[in-house]
């Protein structure tokens, strides 16, 4: 891939991820769609991490989606775990603090 295409996927990807963002109070049908354009967009986990995080307190469900999807894309993401620990219900973050322990054992409360 060249580097102009390159541009233009950090660019999609940038441009989604700000849609989203000015998305989170629409209604859950646009907000889901921009959300989807994210995980469409952008590669990796750090953009969706980034958006859960933001979304956590108010639409909790489309940050625990968010970031179920980013802990699957990188695995071995601390970061990816530890979000999904503050995003997710009771059982499933007690499961993702439990997963971003052992990627990182050195953090307080396997969080990021």
Do not use: F, K, T
């Not at 390159?6 to 907000?31: F, I, K």
């Not at 967009?41 to 639409?59: D, F, K, M, S, W």
């Not at 990816?80 to 953090?107: D, F, I, K």
């Amino acid at each position: 891939m060249s580097l102009v295409g390159l541009e233009r996927d950090q660019e999609g990807c940038q441009d989604a991820v700000e849609r989203a963002y000015l998305a989170s109070q629409a209604p859950a049908a646009e907000l889901r769609g921009h959300v989807d354009e994210v995980v469409r967009e952008c590669r990796g986990a750090e953009p969706l991490n980034r958006i859960a995080v933001g979304l956590r307190i108010e639409r909790p469900g489309v940050a625990a989606r968010l970031a179920r999807i980013a802990s699957r894309r990188e695995p071995d993401s601390y970061v990816a775990w530890g979000v999904l620990a503050v995003a997710a219900a009771p059982a499933e973050a007690a499961a993702a603090r439990r997963r971003a322990g052992e990627l990182n054992p050195l953090s307080v409360g396997a969080s990021p």
